[in-house]
């Protein structure tokens, strides 16, 4: 009985993994996420300390890289991503 309850909550949590839904598939969430990328890169331009983060794929002035980054990524993902960058850019800023 614990097996058949185990492979059915393993089949659920595979079938939301899988889920189109999941990916950050969707073109508005892609354009915003592209936007705000693109907004880092250019306050990263801004700040002199911040200059050795310019030139990665993390902070890519081009706003198409982002955007196309998209539907490969799960939404955590993609939130994740820039939440990195906002870390880079504080610890730059501020350093």
């Known amino acids: 009985m ?4 185990f492979a059915a909550i ?5 079938a ?8 950050a ?3 508005e969430f892609r354009r915003d996420y592209a936007r705000s990328a693109v ?3 250019h306050r990263a331009e ?5 200059g050795y983060l310019l030139g990665s794929g993390r902070f890519s002035p081009d706003w198409q890289a982002h955007y196309n980054w998209c539907p490969g990524a799960h939404h955590h ?5 820039g939440a990195r ?3 880079a850019l504080e610890r730059c800023e501020f350093h």
Request: hydrophobic fraction near 40%; aromatic fraction near 0%; proline fraction near 6%.
């Open 39 to 41: 907004e880092q890169v």
């Open 46 to 50: 801004h700040i002199r300390t911040c």
């Open 2 to 5: 614990n097996s058949i309850r």
């Open 77 to 81: 993902e993609a939130d994740e991503e």
């Open 85 to 87: 960058r906002h870390e």
């Open 16 to 23: 939301a993994i899988a889920s189109p839904g999941v990916r």
């Open 10 to 14: 393993a089949a659920a949590a595979l």
């Open 25 to 27: 598939a969707d073109p």
